[in-house]
């Protein structure tokens, strides 16, 4: 399914800039008798992987990266060590890579909403600048019916494998409960995909699903293991040490089936020098193994939901790894970046060095509570990760470990602030106001201004 854009969508600065790239790039070979007179094939790929922690990509203490392949296509880039995702679930942050909103400013605050087609997206813009747009992915979460097809010339959702016995999902049917695919094939069709892809210039985005639960579901001599059986037994309280050191041993599998399949992806781009490719590799989330007390993800914003693996692979960038502290919402910029496209989307390119003590900012995705609020906020701030609302601020999302008081009080205030706009465009930018964000750290949108 493919959408060709909103009729609704009002005149902007961003469709100015456009317009002007667009009369410069004819009229500038006219004056210069030495422009060339072709263009080098160029192509952008967006790689995200569903529930991929940082230490199973990068290894930590004595084990290794599960993603060995993978590693190393990354080395040839920049990897960024302090990458944060900007919710923990997949929907809230795979809208905020589209768009470079935070949560409360998109409105995808937990899963099941759908991205409103008045947003632009980062589809959107590369298709408007000339490039073509294919997309493939391989979860319902993330199906055409939820908007996130906006921008695509072609959406390719590959679902054929049940979660369970799953016929529902957040209030959607699921057709013959068919949830997800694995990585072969979501390769097979992404290099087919590759193969088809018109024009000078392409946008992908590849999406895999592999290290979500079901764990083990990669390796035919194992049974699966989901959720339902931690929780299950977390809650007898039997077994629990056994049966998280088998979920994490599945998790490292799938994962490693994950990176043979990405391999080829890799050993592709190699294959073709003359195409200039550039590639953003990220996780939507992580997940959790008993680590503070969590399982899963979605309930505890701590680091290993929240640390996720990102790198950027691309002639533009120089090699090596970067203590930056980043998150999901610098992706647009540098795709744009990449690409060399003008745009208004927030957030900072992650081309330039940046400020490795700036703060990421962030939205939990749980189900509304009794007042109907539904989420908390956190914040990374030189690495560490504070939780709450306005109402209380957590050290690393652990009961009992308030924040210090300096930095409790700002971010109550920056949550109450976020609790406000919720998606419903309320300035941030009077003068009180954006001083107060600015000296946290936060850089306001315009996208999220009201209009004069």
Same mark, same amino acid.
């Given at each position: *399914?493919?959408?060709?854009?909103? &009729? +609704? +969508? +009002?005149?902007?600065? !961003?469709?100015?800039?456009?317009? #002007?790239? %667009? !009369?410069?790039?004819?009229?500038?070979? %006219?004056?210069?008798?030495?422009?060339?007179?072709?263009? %080098?094939r160029e192509r952008v790929i967006l790689v995200t992987i569903d529930t991929l922690r940082w230490d199973t990509f990068e290894g930590s203490g004595n084990q290794a990266s599960a993603l060995p392949e993978t590693l190393a296509f990354a080395r040839r880039g920049a990897i960024f060590s302090r990458a944060y995702a900007a919710s923990n679930v997949t929907q809230p942050t795979h809208a905020s890579l589209f768009t470079g909103l935070h949560p409360w400013e998109h409105g995808v605050t937990r899963n099941g909403q759908l991205l409103d087609f008045e947003l632009e997206t980062v589809a959107e813009t590369f298709r408007d600048a000339g490039f073509s747009t294919s997309a493939i992915v391989a979860s319902f979460a993330l199906d055409s019916?939820?908007? #996130?097809?906006? @921008?695509?010339?072609?959406?390719?959702?590959? #679902? @054929? +494998?049940e979660l369970a016995t799953l016929r529902q999902w957040e209030g959607r049917r699921v057709p013959q409960g068919l949830f997800y695919e694995l990585a072969d094939r979501v390769v097979e069709h992404a290099l087919a995909r590759l193969s088809a892809a018109e024009g000078e210039r392409q946008f992908f985005w590849f999406h895999f699903f592999d290290t979500h639960d079901p764990y083990g579901d990669t390796v035919t001599d194992e049974a699966d293991? @989901?959720?339902?059986?931690?929780?299950?037994?977390a809650a007898s309280k039997r077994d629990v040490p056994a049966t998280l050191a088998r979920a994490r041993h599945l998790y490292r599998a799938d994962a490693g089936a994950l990176d043979r399949a990405l391999a080829r992806l890799w050993q592709r781009i190699d294959a073709e020098p003359s195409i200039v490719t550039h590639v953003v590799f990220t996780a939507d989330h992580g997940e959790s193994f008993g680590e503070g007390g969590a399982l899963g993800h979605g309930d505890a914003l701590t680091a290993w939901e929240l640390h996720v693996p990102l790198f950027v692979v691309s002639p533009r960038v120089d090699p090596g790894e970067r203590d930056d502290v980043v998150g999901s919402v610098d992706i647009p910029?540098?795709? *744009?970046?990449?690409?060399?496209? &003008?745009?208004?989307? &927030?957030?900072r390119s992650l081309l330039a060095v940046g400020d490795s003590d700036a703060r990421v900012w962030g939205m939990s995705s749980t189900a509304p509570d009794k007042r109907g609020r539904d989420g908390r906020y956190f914040a990374v701030v030189d690495g560490t990760i504070y939780a709450g609302a306005a109402d209380g601020v957590l050290f690393e999302d652990r009961a009992g470990l308030a924040a210090p008081e300096a930095i409790d009080e700002q971010l109550r205030k920056a949550f109450a602030i976020f609790d406000g706009a919720r998606g419903r465009g309320v300035s941030l930018t009077d003068p009180e106001t954006r001083a107060a964000l600015e000296a946290l750290g936060y850089? !306001?949108?315009?996208? !999220?201004?009201?209009e004069p």
């Open positions: *399914m493919s959408r060709t854009g909103n &009729p +609704r +969508r +009002r005149f902007s600065t !961003v469709d100015g800039l456009r317009l #002007f790239a %667009a !009369v410069l790039a004819i009229v500038a070979p %006219a004056c210069d008798p030495n422009a060339p007179t072709a263009q %080098a019916d939820f908007g #996130f097809d906006q @921008g695509f010339d072609a959406y390719e959702a590959i #679902f @054929g +494998r293991l @989901g959720l339902p059986e931690l929780y299950a037994a910029a540098t795709l *744009m970046g990449l690409a060399d496209i &003008p745009h208004a989307y &927030p957030g850089a !306001v949108p315009e996208s !999220v201004t009201e």
